[in-house]
Structures are given as C-alpha cells and as structure tokens.
C-alpha cells in the first residue's frame, strides 16, 4: 500500500501450517521506500457477514495506506469486527511500513 492504492502480491496457492509438509517457496517482491505491506491470517479474509459473505478485504486496503501504523490496524480490526458482528476465528495483523 503506498499513497492511497493497494497491490496484492500472488503468493500462489494456500499451505499447510508452518512446520508441517514441505517448505514453501520463497519470492521476492519490490517494496518501495515509505510502502506498507499487510501480512495476515485466513481470520481476517473468513471472517463472515449474517448473509455468510467473506470480508472484503480489497474494499478496505487503500485505507491501510492512511494515517500511522497503529491507526491503519485499528481501523481494519474495527471494520471487519463491525462486519462479522464480532470474531469467531483468530486474527493476526502484521502491518509493516518500509522506512523512506
């Protein structure tokens, strides 16, 4: 995220928990001065809506962009617990902002 846009990087397809199977694959993705990138947990993108949606998290990245650090992570944790009506999952949040 960097001046109000959002990138997803493709990290290919989902795997097994740290520790079990074979080890992911590594790749390097540019991550310009003063850029954040979001890391997080299936919690944030299964979280559901009454109807049974996912949380859309493309709707709020470019906020992530906005305000400090802690901010960002405030207001992403408020909107999907606003959506879901609270968490049933588990939820990590890594918000990191490249120093520039």
């Known amino acids: 995220m960097r001046e109000g846009s959002a990138t997803e ?3 290919g397809e989902p795997t097994v928990p740290l520790g079990m199977g074979s080890l992911p694959t ?3 993705h540019p991550w310009p001065r ?6 997080y947990t299936d919690g944030l993108v299964e979280a559901r809506d009454d109807s049974g949606e996912f ?3 493309d709707d709020y990245a470019d906020e ?4 400090t650090v802690q901010e960002a992570v405030d ?3 408020a909107h999907v617990t606003a959506y ?3 968490m049933n999952d588990d939820l990590a949040l890594v ?3 490249r120093d520039g």
């Open 9 to 11: 990087v493709d990290t």
């Open 26 to 28: 590594i790749s390097e």
């Open 34 to 39: 003063g850029a954040r990138m979001l890391f």
């Open 55 to 57: 949380f859309p998290l």
């Open 64 to 67: 992530l962009a906005d305000g």
């Open 75 to 77: 207001r992403l944790v």
């Open 84 to 86: 879901a009506g609270g």
């Open 95 to 97: 918000l990191a902002e």
